[in-house]
């Protein structure tokens, strides 16, 4: 049997000007996943090296890597016009899981305009 768990949270952006500034800073504390110029928009996506147990520290990793950033790319990144955290589950046959957002990571996640969006992935047939 295989439990429902945490996979990880990723960071994704879609910006109409370039975010090479925040890869630049970012690319050495998160593995980038995606970094295009497509129709005239820039999309960027990474995840967190730091490998949390729960979605509540990887997104306060994130807040406070963004916190880190030279104030350019910082502007950049947070005047892009889709900024998401998108937190990555497993699905599984037993176990409810339960993450606790705290409030003052939710506070800041909302002061800098991030959707919060829950992915379940389903089992692989392989592992079942």
């Known amino acids: 049997m295989s439990k429902t768990s945490f996979i990880n949270v990723d960071l994704e952006l879609s910006s109409y000007e370039s975010l090479s500034s925040a890869v630049d800073e970012l690319a050495d504390r998160l593995v980038l996943l995606q970094n295009r110029f497509e129709d005239g928009e820039y999309f960027l996506s990474f ?5 949390g147990t729960d979605a509540n520290s990887v997104i306060e990793e994130f807040l406070r890597l963004i916190d880190l950033l030279i ?18 589950y497993v699905s599984g046959e037993e176990c409810v899981i339960k993450n606790v957002l705290a409030g003052a990571n939710l506070a800041k996640v909302a002061m800098y305009g991030f959707d919060i969006y829950i992915t379940v992935y389903p089992l692989d047939e392989a592992h079942v």
């Open 71 to 88: 104030p350019l790319a910082k502007e950049k990144l947070l005047n892009s016009h889709r900024k998401v955290l998108d937190i990555g």
């Open 47 to 51: 995840e967190c090296v730091f490998n």
